[in-house]
Nanobody, 123 residues
Framework: VQLQASGGGLVQAGGSLRLSCAAS????????MGWFRQPPGKEREFVSA????????YYADSVKGRFTISRDNAKTTVYLQMNSLKPEDTAVYYC?????????????????WGQGTQVTVSS
């Protein structure tokens, strides 16, 4: 069971990045997926999630209207398109598989996590 996150980097405020999370084998099929982030010195927080069945999407208020989550089930990959980036978006971003049916923003609802990819937004 592996989740491989990539696509992070250094970008100026107002710029864009697209994160990818590639999942191996049965890790992906039938499961909702989410993105979390951990800013420097802070707790890991929910960013976005997408369901398996209907591709319903959920977003934290802080990213709503700027970030877009999507998934390609054939490629077993979930994406996070991040536009209009702000310095406060600087964090390590993690993808995760959701195993439970509780609220999508709870970390406890996710069992497998990727290794994280660093996003740094300069002002």
């Amino acid at each position: 069971v592996q989740l491989q996150a990539s696509g992070g980097g250094l970008v100026q405020a107002g710029g864009s990045l697209r994160l990818s999370c590639a999942a191996s084998g049965p890790t992906f099929s039938g499961y909702d997926m989410g993105w979390f982030r951990q800013p420097p010195g802070k707790e890991r927080e929910f960013v976005s999630a997408i369901t398996w069945r209907d591709s319903n999407t959920y977003y934290a208020d802080s990213v709503k209207g700027r970030f877009t989550i999507s998934r390609d089930n054939a490629k077993t990959t979930v994406y996070l398109q991040m536009n209009s980036l702000k310095p406060e978006d600087t964090a390590v971003y993690y993808c995760a598989r959701r195993w439970s049916s509780g609220p999508v923003y709870y970390r406890s609802q996710y069992d497998y996590w990727g290794q994280g990819t660093q996003v740094t937004v300069s002002s």
